[in-house]
């Protein structure tokens, strides 16, 4: 019987661990192939949500920025004088807007072309527009025109025509004369040139108005034909300082409205607000164009925009007729006893009553 050979230990040998193999590079598997396996992809990142929000808050920045610039940029003049014997605070909302016939900032060629005269033409500065907003507390508003020939009181010079005024002391003159003659405490200025009411039409891109009749004249720069047409910056300035028609100073009121409503109304429409190459134009032009008094700022301009195209009572102060003055030349007199019933319920924040309502002109 044999046996198996003795077996001998042999001594233990601690062998080193073994190194991993490297990992295979990204896109490689094993079994051959670069296509990764299915869900593997990267997804890409949806930028679309950030893209509409970006652009929410530039919309709503946008409105915002060209606010703080308006009301930064604003010329503002003392036009507002506290004086003995000051009519005091009445309900509602008093604005006077001005339109005068200053050139200052225009060229030889732009007096030209707007057809406005040399500036050595006049002695000082007068009101070509003279305009009367009352916003009430509640209800309409009213938009008084007072015409430029109108014969009142003017403190320090004696009767006269109201934009002798203006002429004579500037705006603090004409504030105190208005005051004086219709018993209402004006709250707010706002006065525009020439220049600045052309730029402001050319910058919507014209305004679209409808003329019963032609309308030629030359000194006003114009020769429009009758029917619907568009007007651009240095028309439309012809077309609301022309009195070549029959009823002269009040076929101009009618047409300064009618235009004012026009302009507003194209201003703050979409297609001008949402295109910057009109918004951006009319709201620097309206800044520089525009003189208001120390107390106005944008929200106080917004909301006479807002009252003059919320279909407001549309007016001229009282006409009593006309009469030549020496020295004065040929004026406008105010129906006393109208005219003071009038502004008595405009004072008394109250519905001016509809037969004092002027349709001449209206």
């Given at each position: 019987?044999?046996?198996a050979?003795?077996?001998?230990?042999?001594?233990?040998?601690?062998?080193?661990?073994?190194?991993?193999?490297p990992?295979?590079?990204?896109g490689?598997?094993?079994?051959?192939?670069?296509?990764?396996?299915?869900?593997?992809r990267?997804?890409?990142?949806?930028?679309?949500?950030?893209?509409?929000?970006?652009?929410?808050?530039?919309?709503?920045?946008?409105p915002?920025?060209?606010?703080?610039?308006?009301?930064?940029?604003?010329?503002r003049?003392?036009?507002?004088?506290?004086?003995?014997?000051?009519?005091?605070?009445?309900?509602?909302t008093?604005?006077?807007?001005?339109?005068?016939?200053?050139?200052?900032?225009l060229?030889?060629?732009q007096?030209?072309?707007?057809?406005?005269g040399?500036?050595?033409?006049?002695?000082?500065?007068?009101?070509?527009?003279?305009?009367?907003?009352?916003?009430?507390?509640?209800?309409?508003p009213?938009?008084?025109?007072?015409?430029?020939?109108?014969y009142?009181?003017i403190?320090?010079?004696?009767?006269?025509?109201?934009?002798?005024?203006?002429a004579?002391?500037?705006?603090?003159l004409?504030?105190k004369?208005?005051?004086?003659?219709?018993?209402?405490?004006?709250?707010?200025?706002?006065?525009?040139?020439?220049?600045?009411?052309?730029?402001m039409?050319?910058?919507?891109?014209?305004?679209?108005m409808?003329?019963?009749?032609?309308?030629?004249d030359?000194?006003?720069?114009?020769?429009?034909?009758?029917?619907?047409?568009?007007?651009?910056?240095?028309?439309?300035?012809?077309?609301?300082?022309?009195?070549?028609?029959?009823?002269?100073?009040?076929?101009?009121?009618?047409?300064?409205?009618?235009?004012?409503n026009?302009?507003?109304?194209k201003?703050?429409?979409?297609?001008?607000?949402?295109?910057?190459?009109?918004?951006?134009?009319?709201?620097s032009?309206?800044t520089?164009?525009?003189?208001?008094?120390?107390?106005a700022?944008?929200?106080?301009?917004?909301?006479?925009?807002?009252?003059?195209?919320?279909?407001?009572?549309?007016?001229?102060?009282?006409?009593?007729?006309?009469?030549?003055?020496?020295?004065?030349?040929?004026?406008?007199l105010?129906?006393?006893?109208?005219?003071?019933?009038?502004?008595?319920?405009?004072?008394?924040?109250?519905?001016?009553?509809?037969d004092?309502?002027?349709?001449?002109?209206?």
């Amino acid at each position: 019987m044999g046996y198996a050979p003795t077996q001998r230990p042999e001594p233990f040998r601690d062998e080193p661990p073994r190194t991993p193999p490297p990992p295979l590079p990204p896109g490689k598997r094993r079994g051959g192939g670069d296509r990764p396996p299915r869900g593997s992809r990267p997804r890409k990142k949806r930028h679309w949500f950030r893209w509409i929000l970006s652009l929410l808050v530039v919309l709503l920045l946008i409105p915002v920025a060209a606010a703080i610039y308006v009301d930064t940029h604003l010329t503002r003049i003392d036009a507002l004088a506290n004086y003995q014997g000051r009519v005091g605070d009445t309900p509602g909302t008093n604005w006077l807007l001005v339109g005068s016939d200053s050139r200052s900032g225009l060229s030889k060629e732009q007096e030209q072309q707007l057809s406005t005269g040399d500036s050595s033409d006049v002695e000082g500065e007068r009101t070509d527009t003279v305009m009367l907003v009352h916003i009430p507390k509640s209800g309409r508003p009213t938009l008084v025109s007072i015409p430029r020939d109108s014969y009142v009181s003017i403190p320090g010079v004696g009767k006269d025509k109201i934009n002798a005024s203006f002429a004579a002391g500037g705006a603090q003159l004409l504030v105190k004369t208005v005051e004086g003659a219709t018993g209402l405490h004006i709250d707010h200025y706002m006065q525009i040139g020439f220049g600045g009411f052309a730029n402001m039409v050319d910058a919507v891109g014209g305004i679209d108005m409808c003329l019963d009749a032609p309308m030629n004249d030359p000194l006003a720069g114009i020769n429009l034909p009758a029917g619907c047409q568009k007007l651009n910056g240095p028309e439309a300035l012809g077309f609301v300082r022309s009195r070549a028609t029959p009823r002269a100073d009040l076929d101009r009121m009618l047409n300064q409205r009618k235009f004012l409503n026009a302009l507003l109304k194209k201003a703050s429409s979409p297609a001008t607000l949402a295109n910057p190459f009109r918004s951006w134009p009319l709201v620097s032009d309206l800044t520089a164009a525009l003189k208001v008094d120390n107390g106005a700022h944008i929200w106080n301009l917004a909301s006479l925009g807002n009252a003059l195209t919320d279909d407001p009572i549309t007016t001229t102060v009282p006409v009593g007729g006309f009469e030549d003055v020496a020295g004065s030349g040929n004026v406008l007199l105010w129906d006393k006893t109208k005219a003071s019933a009038f502004f008595d319920a405009l004072a008394k924040d109250q519905q001016v009553p509809s037969d004092l309502i002027t349709t001449v002109g209206s």
